[in-house]
């Protein structure tokens, strides 16, 4: 039974400039370090858990909802399911997520998020502190360990810290991260991006299970993308944001070799579209296919009116990971 009666957690999505794909184990176990330049905006997740009025129950409710389930091993949520068994919580407890930008397919670590989002509340439920890295590792532990879903670990560590992150991956597992100040800089750097919804959804394990086994044939553009994270992250530290835009278009043309899948027809003319409407760069996030570009612009307005059959997204970058923002004792 837990200490509170009722814990919200709010976690951030997470955008990519640089480096994406060297983070995933295939790449990084073999030729790392990889590095990727990420981070998170005011874009969230909201994960609540509360006591359940029927003791012996446990009731989930995401896009659809378990009630009245008396098992743990009975919870069709998968990610619910393993965070319940490892934090060793068997019942009595509702969970409910709520979500600013659709979960599925974005691009934007949505997953992830909701899943540090809700150890974060399942660890203040039991009245345990903790740290962003323990919340970033039994992620990955889930994710990647226990369920075996393919994919990479920045989403997991974004999540959990927040802010701008030049993230290293080792064969080792270790990881490094290394937080911009944006504090010192004086240009409003959010200022300079919008996110734009293809409209597209994509299931991102399937590409990400294509992806893996194209890494040793793809192993030169992996150490140049891991290269642009490296070269990204020097130009933020000096203020430079001139050419940040020149980067993370040059990484996205490395990006559509990794693998078949990760671009079509219409993620293309999208992109033409942009640049024409006065984008000098940007990448479509997460594994591609679909989901989100993001995309850096010194005329915003031209570049929504060009798009306006999609729906663009102003952001500002979040600075602090997953919180809990709300808890009520007993």
Request: contains cysteine.
């Amino acid at each position: 039974m837990g200490k509170y009666k009722l814990i919200t957690t709010r976690t951030p999505l997470r955008i990519t400039f640089a480096g994406g794909g060297t983070d995933i184990p295939a790449y990084y176990r073999k030729y790392g370090p990889g590095a990727v330049v990420s981070a998170t905006i005011n874009k969230y997740i909201y994960v609540t858990v509360a006591k359940n009025f029927y003791k012996d129950e446990i009731r989930v409710s995401y896009s659809k909802t378990e009630n009245a389930i008396k098992d743990v091993e009975d919870i069709e949520h998968p990610t619910v399911r393993e965070a319940l068994k490892l934090l060793d919580i068997k019942s009595g407890i509702q969970i409910v997520s709520i979500t600013e930008i659709p979960s599925r397919g974005t691009g934007l670590g949505s997953s992830s998020s909701f899943l540090v989002g809700l150890l974060n509340a399942l660890h203040a439920w039991k009245g345990e502190a903790a740290s962003p890295k323990q919340l970033a590792e039994e992620a990955i532990k889930i994710e990647r360990e226990i369920l075996k879903e393919p994919g990479g670990k920045q989403d997991q560590y974004m999540a959990a810290y927040g802010g701008i992150q030049l993230m290293e991956f080792f064969p080792d597992e270790s990881v490094n991260l290394k937080k911009f100040n944006i504090e010192k800089c004086s240009n409003n750097l959010d200022q300079k991006f919008v996110l734009l919804y293809t409209g597209i959804e994509r299931d991102g394990t399937k590409i990400h299970s294509v992806q893996r086994n194209y890494v040793d044939e793809k192993v030169l553009d992996y150490n140049k993308a891991r290269d642009f994270a490296y070269e990204l992250f020097s130009l933020l530290e000096k203020c430079d944001f001139g050419n940040l835009a020149k980067i993370m278009h040059e990484n996205w043309m490395l990006k559509k070799n990794f693998s078949p899948g990760i671009t079509n027809d219409s993620i293309e003319n999208i992109y033409e579209i942009a640049k024409k409407s006065g984008s000098q760069g940007g990448k479509l996030q997460g594994a591609g296919g679909g989901g989100f570009f993001l995309l850096y612009t010194d005329n915003k307005e031209k570049l929504k009116e060009n798009l306006s059959n999609f729906i663009v997204l102003d952001f500002k970058f979040d600075l602090s990971g997953s919180k809990i923002t709300y808890y009520e004792n007993e």
